[in-house]
């Protein structure tokens, strides 16, 4: 083996992770910038791979492959910092649920499924449902075709809001508890929804629950992550503003390690349960090595988690994901102060987010009318 040959070729693995951590710092929502937050453990992984391959290479460095070297190191750091509050190894954001006689009538079983449309295989979710009874299902992606297979489960599930699509952006939401005046609504683009509705728990208390998924930033969909952004800032903004006990849950089309979440963890107050805990890496099931979490669930400080897990394949480009929360009042002044609050930036950020979300959303539903249009005629 030409060891020359090798070494240069670690020096470029190591000149890429410096590029890639650097470029993903700009200021840009465009997809080719915002698209590298997502890979950040696939990243870590090359770049520790290219750190220890300099070792080996150790000798008498020139000043430039020292600089190479301490470059690297800083993007390495900066990697493992992004990632690590997702391991074992950082505190828990949330409790784990205290047992109790009156833990069951205080839980709240959430299963969160993108089911991806041309999926043939819906009796697998079908079975996966009545195999975990959650209270709650929300599935992403479903269309007219998805909605009457699961229409067996609703003997079980007496409430429901049924958005049946045909562009991705199909949305259902399956409930035992009670649903009080829900709704859909159109926050950035039109033909792309949002759930919003009041849940009644079991003990009675009476909680919001929001489903979301916005459009992605890619070459195939958005431009730009504007409207996914502005979409996710604006429902936390109204969370913080109305002061709700709430639980936000869905495909982001994100992930929880990105500027945008974290800035939305700080406006709406809300936590994530996999702080202090594990990855939940839901997306690409085909791919482990290309894998990383886009569905995610958030809540307030008064919901302890009993489990978050995620579960067996269904046939989608997705893993479903079980997430079992118990509401404890009695912990929501401990857990508050886990919760990020809100500097004057991430304020002002916000605003001009939202504001350009939705100019960027009017443009992009006249796209999709045009598209739908032209499809038609």
């Excluded at 007219?144 to 049946?164: F, R, S």
């Excluded at 945008?260 to 990855?279: E, V, W, Y």
């Excluded at 269904?314 to 929360?325: A, E, K, N, Y």
């Amino acid at each position: 083996m030409d060891l020359s040959a090798l070494y240069y070729g670690i020096q470029l693995l190591a000149g890429l992770i410096i590029f890639v951590t650097v470029w993903g710092w700009l200021p840009l929502d465009n997809w080719w910038v915002r698209g590298v937050e997502f890979p950040r453990i696939q990243i870590m992984v090359l770049g520790f791979s290219a750190w220890l391959g300099l070792l080996l290479f150790w000798a008498q460095w020139s000043l430039w492959q020292w600089l190479l070297f301490i470059a690297l190191t800083t993007s390495v750091a900066f990697q493992i910092r992004m990632i690590l509050p997702y391991t074992r190894l950082w505190k828990k954001e949330v409790q784990s649920a205290k047992d109790s006689s009156e833990a069951k009538a205080n839980q709240l079983k959430i299963m969160v499924s993108n089911v991806l449309t041309p999926n043939e295989n819906k009796q697998k979710l079908v079975d996966l449902v009545n195999q975990k009874q959650p209270e709650i299902l929300i599935t992403l992606e479903t269309d007219a075709e998805w909605q009457q297979a699961m229409n067996v489960i609703e003997v079980d599930y007496p409430y429901t809001v049924k958005v049946p699509l045909d562009n991705l952006y199909g949305m259902h939401l399956y409930s035992k508890l009670e649903l009080i005046d829900p709704e859909v609504k159109y926050l950035m683009i039109d033909d792309i929804p949002s759930i919003h509705t009041q849940l009644r728990l079991q003990s009675g208390r009476v909680i919001w629950l929001y489903c979301l998924h916005p459009m992605p930033p890619s070459p195939t969909e958005a431009d730009k992550s504007t409207t996914r952004d502005a979409e996710l800032l604006m429902v936390g903004q109204h969370i913080k503003k109305n002061k709700q006990t709430a639980i936000l849950a869905g495909d982001l089309n994100d992930v929880a390690w990105s500027k945008t979440t974290r800035r939305f963890q700080r406006i709406s107050g809300l936590l994530d349960p996999r702080i202090g805990r594990h990855f939940i890496n839901t997306f690409h099931v085909k791919y482990p090595f290309l894998r990383w979490a886009l569905d995610h669930i958030f809540h307030s400080a008064c919901f302890t988690v009993v489990d978050i897990k995620r579960l067996p394949s269904i046939g989608s480009d997705h893993f479903p994901v079980l997430t079992t929360l118990q509401y404890q009042p009695e912990e929501t002044a401990k857990q508050k102060e886990n919760a990020p609050t809100p500097e004057a930036e991430d304020i002002k950020e916000t605003e001009n987010k939202i504001k350009a979300g939705k100019a960027e959303g009017r443009k992009v539903s006249k796209e999709h009318a045009e598209e739908a249009k032209e499809k038609n005629q």
